[in-house]
């Protein structure tokens, strides 16, 4: 089983970039899905609007985001526009600490002046 496979669950194994006859939801592969919204990851407004949005507390919501560490693959990592802080913040998401102190402004601050001067890229 693969690292990041959901254990039963063959739907939750990483989706192919080029995986002609998967399903569409609202005209978009899952792949493409999930690429939209790892790209989110690289902006410190939507990481705390998703905190604020007590998201970040959710079981069910921590377990996506350990699911799409499949994104720090290189077959995945080519498709992000920018991966140093994407990655930076998927890996920094996998802390129950970070998902706390998200909420904060400062730290919202700080991780967006980190990513602009790419102190934080992977």
Sequence with gaps: MAANEVKGDPSKSPPSPSSISEPLYGGFTRFELELEFVALLASPPYLSHLATSKLLQQ????????????WTEPAYVKYLSYPGPTLKAL?????????????????????AEGFLKGNLSS
């Design 59 to 70: 079981p069910q919501f921590v377990a996506y985001l350990k699911y799409l560490l499949y």
């Design 91 to 111: 890996e920094l998401l996998q802390q129950e600490d970070f998902r706390r102190d998200v909420l904060r402004p400062d730290v919202v601050a700080a991780l």
